[in-house]
């Protein structure tokens, strides 16, 4: 049987995803990207799963879809039509982009090398994002004619602003982690050795937080991004009357005044 292109471990309540295609950059194939929303489904039914973390195997992140794939690549041929790319994205990139929004439990990106194209923006589309000091970060859309896509428009320029994310998109040069943390494009730098480690202490720490929370917190942070400043805060009313009949809520409180740890299990 061959190996498996997504790599599946358990650690406690944290599922570990590792992208395996070390050989092309764990560059997407089509199967590779029904396997990752097979295990991100996985993980989103098992409810002893708190934190989902994906990261690359060998020396990068993803380098975005895989060009070779016949389901894209065009045909040399004379007379050949090209592919229709918008099917990639409705049957492969789209739902992917959907089901990392939607997880039921927050998803962290470990960013252990170069993340290029849609492999850029699944790590930007995760909801913490930590790089070793050797990632970097393309956007190499433009270099091959194309939008960034897998959420790309969507994302830059509610992260860096639009100014610089029509730089990051249109130029597609490579961003280094040092540079990307400081445009606020993501979350956190470490060096490389530590990665590992500190990807796993944030996603196990996130694991141990109320989980209903943290993502209600996401989708409040999204919606909020449509909404003027008085429905906003009429959603977080919404939101914090229903957590506050949850379990974790009064877990929460009660820890605190018995000033012990919470034991948190909504999800
Ligand atoms: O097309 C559609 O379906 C629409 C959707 C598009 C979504 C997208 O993601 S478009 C963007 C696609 N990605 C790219 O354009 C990036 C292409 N790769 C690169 O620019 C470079 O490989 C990197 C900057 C990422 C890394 O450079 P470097 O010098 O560290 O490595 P390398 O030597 O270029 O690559 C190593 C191997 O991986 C090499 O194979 P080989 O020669 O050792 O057999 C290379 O061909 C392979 N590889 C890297 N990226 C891809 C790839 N193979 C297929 N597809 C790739 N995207």
Not at 14 to 39: G, S
Not at 125 to 137: I, Q, R, T, Y
Not at 260 to 265: A, E, G, N, S, T
Request: hydrophobic share 50%; net charge neutral.
């Amino acid at each position: 049987m061959s190996e498996s292109l997504i790599q599946i471990e358990q650690h406690g309540g944290v599922r570990l995803l590792r992208l395996n295609r070390p050989e092309a950059l764990n560059a997407f194939t089509a199967a590779m990207l029904v396997q990752l929303r097979h295990a991100l489904a996985a993980a989103a039914e098992d409810g002893a799963t708190r934190c989902v973390l994906i990261t690359g195997a060998g020396r990068a992140f993803s380098a975005g879809q895989d060009l070779a794939d016949p389901l894209v690549a065009p045909s040399r041929e004379p007379g050949v039509a090209p592919k229709n790319l918008g099917h990639m994205l409705d049957h492969y990139y789209i739902p992917l982009a959907l089901q990392l929004r939607d997880m039921p439990v927050p998803v962290v990106a470990a960013v252990n090398g170069v993340a290029a194209g849609a492999g850029a923006n699944v790590a930007l589309g995760c909801d913490l994002v930590l790089a070793g000091e050797s990632a970097s970060f393309i956007q190499a859309f433009s270099k091959i004619g194309l939008v960034p896509d897998c959420g790309g428009t969507w994302l830059l320029p509610r992260l860096v602003g639009r100014a610089k994310a029509l730089e990051l998109a249109l130029l597609g040069e490579r961003v280094k982690a040092v540079e990307a943390e400081r445009l606020g494009l993501i979350s956190r730098v470490v060096p490389d050795a530590e990665l590992p480690e500190a990807a796993m202490a944030v996603a196990q720490k996130l694991a141990g937080l109320p989980t209903r929370a943290l993502v209600q917190t996401r989708r409040a942070m999204d919606e909020a991004l449509h909404l003027e400043f008085e429905p906003a805060l009429r959603r977080e009313a919404v939101l914090q009357s229903q957590l506050g009949f949850a379990h974790d809520y009064l877990e929460g409180t009660a820890a605190f005044m018995d000033k012990r740890l919470p034991v948190f299990k909504d999800r």
